[in-house]
T-cell receptor, first 110, second 112 residues
Framework: GENVEQHPSTLSVQEGDSAVIKCTYS??????FPWYKQELGKGPQLIID?????GEKKDQRIAVTLNKTAKHFSLHITETQPEDSAVYFC?????????FGTGTSLTVIP | EPEVTQTPSHQVTQMGQEVILRCVPI?????FYWYRQILGQKVEFLVS????????KSEIFDDQFSVERPDGSNFTLKIRSTKLEDSAMYFC??????????FGPGTRLTVL
């Protein structure tokens, strides 16, 4: 099955700085790469996703980049705010089975 | 905005008992999923369901687990004989086309 690795496991940034989280995957046939934000006691919430025919996608302060050759994709959050503090998960499917990364706990320090 | 709902929010059961976790997916979605998350760990895929049948299942989804869509709105996960290690958060998700998934708030299952 797919092997998804996510780094770092924890990340602390000052408010206003940027945060970058990276995931690598093993299945070269993967074609969909979502990122989820999970706040304490809640379900994962999709924040951005990218398909394999696109290299980068932006939505306001959030962007995802994809490098299919190297089999990695990254989440970029600019101008971080305290409300960005949460656990972030990457994921990718093989067939209809989704594999999640191990999560990154992001803390934005005011 | 439509959302996935799950009941109950917390279920406590004795080891060996059967539990049924319920989900109401978003109404026009065609793909349904169950995931579990042990406290502090990553989200793990259990099963996907499309066109009234299981399309994929993980190694975790053994004979103790089953899913059903008993009517046009509910999607259920049944655990026949719960074990201590089944204690986790269980999330339901639904998708319109098999990509973008929307998760419910989860059911916390505690097996004593």
């Amino acid at each position: 099955g797919e092997n998804v690795e996510q780094h770092p496991s924890t990340l602390s940034v000052q408010e206003g700085d940027s945060a970058v989280i990276k995931c690598t995957y093993s299945d070269s046939a993967s074609n969909y790469f979502p990122w989820y934000k999970q706040e304490l006691g809640k379900g994962p919430q999709l924040i951005i996703d990218i398909r394999s025919n696109v290299g980068e996608k932006k939505d306001q302060r959030i962007a995802v980049t994809l490098n299919k050759t190297a089999k990695h994709f990254s989440l970029h959050i600019t101008e971080t705010q305290p409300e960005d503090s949460a656990v972030y998960f990457c994921a990718t499917p093989t067939g209809n089975q989704f594999y999640f990364g191990t999560g990154t706990s992001l803390t934005v320090i005011p | 905005e439509p959302e996935v709902t799950q009941t109950p929010s917390h279920q406590v059961t004795q080891m060996g008992q059967e539990v049924i976790l319920r989900c109401v997916p978003i109404s026009n979605h065609l793909y349904f999923y169950w995931y579990r998350q042990i406290l502090g760990q990553k989200v793990e895929f259990l099963v996907s369901f499309y066109n009234n049948e299981i399309s994929e299942k993980s190694e975790i989804f053994d004979d103790q687990f089953s899913v059903e869509r008993p009517d046009g709105s509910n999607f259920t996960l049944k655990i026949r004989s719960t074990k201590l290690e089944d204690s986790a958060m269980y999330f339901c998700a639904s998708s319109e086309a098999g990509y973008t998934q929307y998760f419910g708030p989860g059911t916390r299952l505690t097996v004593l």
